[in-house]
Nanobody, 116 residues
Framework: QVQLVESGGGLVQAGGSLRLSCAAS????????MGWYRQAPGKQRELVAG???????NYADSVKGRFTISRDNAKNTVYLQMNSLKPEDTAIYYC??????????WGQGTQVTVSS
């Protein structure tokens, strides 16, 4: 039904920047909270950044000061600006959206690879 599609991933050198986008399609409802998660090989999926409907944000300690999450409610789109990237940021990044009814929706993931 609802689809979340990430874009903007790729290969970047350490210290570089990437901007991830996640756009919703297939529905007309607005998401409540949205967020970005990531999962590296052999590791658990972790929350990178979250943003509420009203714009309150939270970040993993490992990305504070480097990543910024934002959203455009009119477009049902969430962004993740990633600066000063490090090799340890390498992972598949997933977009999540929460409906007003409590259902969670996930994107297919986009690969971010940071080389040294």
């Amino acid at each position: 039904q609802v689809q979340l599609v990430e874009s903007g991933g790729g290969l970047v050198q350490a210290g570089g920047s990437l901007r991830l986008s996640c756009a919703a399609s297939g529905s007309i409802f607005s998401f409540n909270a949205m967020g970005w998660y990531r999962q590296a090989p052999g590791k658990q999926r972790e929350l990178v950044a979250g943003i509420s409907r009203r714009g309150n944000t939270n970040y993993a300690d490992s990305v504070k000061g480097r990543f910024t999450i934002s959203r455009d409610n009119a477009k049902n789109t969430v962004y993740l600006q990633m600066n000063s990237l490090k090799p340890e940021d390498t992972a598949i990044y997933y977009c999540q959206g929460q409906s007003l009814y409590g259902s969670n929706y996930w994107g297919q993931g986009t690969q971010v690879t940071v080389s040294s």
